[in-house]
């Protein structure tokens, strides 16, 4: 069992930046990949960026790509997320998860995902 936290959201003007935590216990932080998710109002949730056990693989959506950067500090247990020139389509509930398989081949899908954080709201203001 693994159980996430996440913290960081809040207000932010358009361009501003943010950084977001996702804390990790239960299970070896190192051996699992780890996601974060987005879900506005009235959309579906969708893939943001991951990045695999080691954190030498990173992977982005196209939307956030030049912008937003996931890091891991596996000493610390922990998922980063990054966000620079935050536009208002950023807006929405964002969620770390993480994906307890061996073998870390499809980052982007949801459905690869074992455990959830609850999310952290980050609004953008414009």
């Known amino acids: 069992q693994v159980q996430l936290v996440e913290s960081g959201g809040g207000l932010v003007q358009a361009g501003g930046s943010l950084r977001l935590s996702c804390a990790a216990s239960?299970?070896?932080?190192?051996?699992?990949?780890m996601g974060w998710f987005r879900q506005a109002p009235g959309k579906e949730r969708e893939f943001v960026a991951a990045?695999?056990?080691?954190?030498?693989?990173?992977y982005y959506a196209d939307s956030v790509k030049g912008r937003f950067t996931i890091s891991r500090d596996n000493a610390k247990n922990t998922v980063y997320l990054q966000m620079n020139s935050l536009k208002p389509e950023d807006m929405a509930v964002y969620y770390c998860?993480?994906?307890?398989?061996?073998?870390?081949?499809?980052?982007?899908?949801?459905?690869?995902?074992?455990?959830w954080g609850q999310g952290t709201q980050v609004t953008v203001s414009s």
């Open positions: 998860a993480a994906d307890l398989s061996m073998y870390f081949v499809r980052p982007s899908r949801q459905q690869e995902y074992d455990a």
């Open positions: 239960g299970r070896t932080f190192s051996t699992y990949g």
């Open positions: 990045i695999n056990r080691s954190g030498g693989n990173t």
